[in-house]
């Protein structure tokens, strides 16, 4: 167990909808950071919230939004799924928000859109 | 941006025999430089790191080394076991930055 919490760990939906993918951080992490894993590619990296504020964004679609809460917890919500959606989604947290740093990785949320 | 390329794509090697997976950046202010091992079905895992003042690492049978000149960066794995089978992926980020910037990884499959 990595500390980071990721719910659900699987999630099938129909084109068009909307779902919400949790993170908890590990305890006392204020980073959390999103990435999007589709098959055979590598981590493609989407958002960082630092303390409840967004810090960095990289290839989010519009669609897509998140969050973080005053409890640090962050949802990543997907809206108008299409079927290219369909991917792992990796939350990850740090204790810090830049320097030399590593993250810790949840075990992901399976997304398929169908 | 930054931009990270990762070699070979897949690698399988005999069981006790060495791998390695070089790895070249493009960003000359990257300082640091993680590697992460993916398992099936489980998140990516932080396995060593190197900053950016020192050339080589080692933890046990896995060592890295970084050539900042060349911008090249290696994972070596010594008398690899069969739990090395796994996708590995190089990273980088610089001090400023909030991100890592991954490689698209290598798929180590351990023979035998």
């Known amino acids: 167990d990595s500390g980071v919490t990721q719910t659900p760990k699987h999630l099938i939906t129909a084109t068009g909808q909307r779902v919400t993918l949790r993170c908890s951080p590990r305890?006392?992490?204020?980073?959390v950071y999103w990435y999007q894993q589709s098959l055979d590619q590598g981590l493609q990296f989407l958002i960082q919230?630092?303390?409840?504020?967004?810090?960095a964004k990289g290839n989010i679609l519009e669609r897509f939004s998140a969050q973080q809460f005053p409890d640090l917890h962050s949802e990543l919500n997907l809206s108008s799924l299409e079927l290219g959606d369909s991917a792992l989604y990796f939350c990850a947290s740090s204790g810090h928000s830049g320097g030399l740093h590593g993250y810790t990785f949840g075990s992901g949320t399976r997304l398929t859109v169908v | 941006g930054e931009n990270v390329e990762q070699h070979p794509s897949t690698l399988s090697v005999q069981e006790g025999d060495s791998a390695v997976i070089k790895c070249t950046y493009s960003?000359?202010?990257?300082?640091?430089f993680p590697w992460y091992k993916q398992e099936l079905g489980k998140g990516p895992q932080l396995i060593i790191d190197?900053?950016?003042?020192?050339g080589e690492k080692k933890d046990q049978r896995i060592a890295v080394t970084l050539n900042k000149t060349a911008k090249h960066f290696s994972l070596h794995i010594t008398e690899t076991q069969p739990e090395d089978s796994a996708v590995y992926f190089c990273?980088?980020?610089?001090?400023?930055?909030?991100?890592?910037?991954f490689g698209s990884g290598t798929r180590l499959s351990i023979r035998p």
């Open positions: 960003d000359s202010a990257s300082n640091y």
């Open positions: 305890s006392g992490d204020l980073s």
């Open positions: 919230y630092y303390n409840g504020e967004e810090r």
């Open positions: 190197i900053r950016s003042n020192v």
């Open positions: 990273a980088t980020k610089d001090s400023s930055a909030s991100k890592i910037i």
